[in-house]
């Protein structure tokens, strides 16, 4: 799947669209999620055109990976998360109900979560 340059993630890198930001530096954004489901939710984005973890894995660069996991870290520390404890969701594709064609990462914590899946097919 090409990386379409006018998803809402990108148009947000540019400053085209405001966010309500949590953390920046040279190779990621995050910033909170405009539909939250849980007390905390947090987006992740590498600030790279990358669609997917597959994507990102094959093109991005090594300090690209290990700043986008540090920072994902770091950023759930920061939101008082890491003691209760937190879930990272990553969808990709049609089956995941990816929403945004630009690869990120959901923090969501701050109350339990449940079960990760409600029906197994």
């Known amino acids: 799947m090409p990386y ?12 085209e669209i ?26 992740v984005i590498p600030k790279g055109p990358y669609v997917s973890y597959a994507d990102f894995s094959e093109q991005a660069t ?16 920061q939101a008082g998360v890491e003691d209760s404890g937190y879930r990272l969701i990553a969808n990709h594709g049609p089956h995941s109900h990816q929403e945004v064609p ?3 990462v ?3 914590g701050g109350r339990p979560l449940g079960p990760m899946l409600t029906k197994v097919d």
Do not use: M, S, W
């Open 4 to 15: 379409d340059q006018n998803n809402v993630f990108a148009r947000i890198l540019r400053g």
């Open 18 to 43: 405001p966010c309500k930001k949590v953390y920046e530096d040279q190779h990621v954004l995050a910033f909170h999620d405009i539909r939250p489901q849980a007390p905390t939710h947090i987006l």
């Open 62 to 77: 090594p300090e690209e990976i290990v700043g986008f996991t540090r920072a994902v870290g770091l950023i759930a520390r």
């Open 102 to 104: 630009h690869l990120h």
């Open 106 to 108: 959901h923090i969501l």
